[in-house]
């Protein structure tokens, strides 16, 4: 199985502030893979597929970027409302495997 | 606008079965795959199953392989997830997502609690 590696587990932000999350994989998966928000108590909200693609209604201050098995999500001036956790997948190979989240708290 | 609403959710004993349902709507449901995923209490998220859009392709994650099973009804655009031999492990909360790219629309999602 591919295993998926982010970092950080958390971090601390403040509004305005830029934000980068890693995801590693264990094994190459070329671009397939995809970025997830979610608040708490919430479904999961799906941002980034294609490593760099933005879902529709997604805002532009979310981007990603990688390729094989280093992948990167950027929010560039982080809102009020990312503050959630955020989750990377790969869905090159079953099983699709999950990162095991980083959680973006208030400074 | 794609709905999904997921149903069938509950507490069972340990070695109990239960039936998840999945009701799609704004979609061609026939058209597309689906995935169920899930998420135990507090912790993260978890594939749990893949099924093709005419139904017999499908995929499990190991830990669920043997107990439950994926189908779908087209003409009823509904998703199931048959869930035999349930375990502790098993609570979480279950969600479907439309498999495309590779899940860009989920479900709220329905609790499911193996306790005895």
Redesign the interface.
Known sequence: DIQMTQSPSSLSASVGDRVTITCRASQGISNYLAWFQQRPGKAPKSLIYGASSLQSGVPSRFSGSGSGTDFTLTISSLQPEDFATYYCQQYDTYPLTFGGGTKVGIK | EVLLLESGGGLVLPGGSLRLSCAASGFTFSSYPM?W?RQAPGK????VS?IGSGGTTT?Y??SVKGRFTASRDNSKNTLYLQMNSLRAEDTATY?CARAV?????????TLVTVSS
Do not use: I, K, M, T
């Not at chain 2, 790219?101 to 999602?109: A, F, I």
């Open positions: 995935n995923v993260g998220l978890e594939w893949s995929y994650a190991d969600y790219r590779p899940s860009d629309y989920w479900g709220q999602g």
